[in-house]
Each structure stands twice: as structure tokens, then as C-alpha cells.
């Protein structure tokens, strides 16, 4: 682990992979597409559908045990840039 000269761990952000949300939705946005799953930190709502932006008709796999969200996703992105997921969460 790098250090800084104050003997702190350096802080290097990654850029792979960021969330925005609208009530009811959160959007992961993907700039380097993981290859076959992706989990992300437990949630306090449930997962009621996920789905490609792309491709609304497109279901994503999802698993939530505990809170944690494993999604399944396609081999191949949809866009080469960055593509979106879309998770609907429940109350």
C-alpha cells in the first residue's frame, strides 16, 4: 500500500463503475463492464427489477440475500463507453 509523507494511505479513486439515483431508482453506470456478476453494498429497499437503459426489455439477474445486490449481467456491454444499469427498489 502506497503512503503519502505523512504515513496516511494514499487515496486513488477508481473510475470504473459510478451510481446516480431518482426516487425509486438508482442507475449504475459502468465504465469497464465486470465480466459475468457485480455486487454492490447491502441495500435498505429491495430490488424489484433491474435492466439494461439500453434495453429496457432486457432483464438483469438479481440476487439480494442479506441486502447484498448480485447482479447477473450479459458478457458484453451494451455500450463501449459506459453503459447503465437500472435498478427499481421497493419501500
Not at 459502468?30 to 429497499?45: A, E, H
Not at 445486490?69 to 463501449?80: C, S
Amino acid at each position: 500500500m502506497l503512503k503519502d509523507a505523512k504515513g496516511n494511505p494514499v487515496f486513488h479513486p477508481q473510475w470504473v463503475w459510478r451510481c446516480t439515483s431518482k426516487p425509486g431508482r438508482l442507475y449504475l453506470h459502468f465504465f469497464q463492464w465486470p465480466k459475468g456478476s457485480f455486487t454492490i453494498p447491502p441495500l435498505r429497499t429491495k430490488v424489484a427489477r433491474a435492466y439494461l437503459l439500453a434495453d429496457p426489455a432486457r432483464s438483469v439477474g438479481v440476487l439480494q440475500p442479506n441486502g447484498t445486490v448480485t447482479l447477473a449481467l450479459p458478457p458484453d456491454a451494451p455500450d463501449p463507453i459506459a453503459s447503465v444499469v437500472v435498478l427499481e427498489t421497493t419501500p
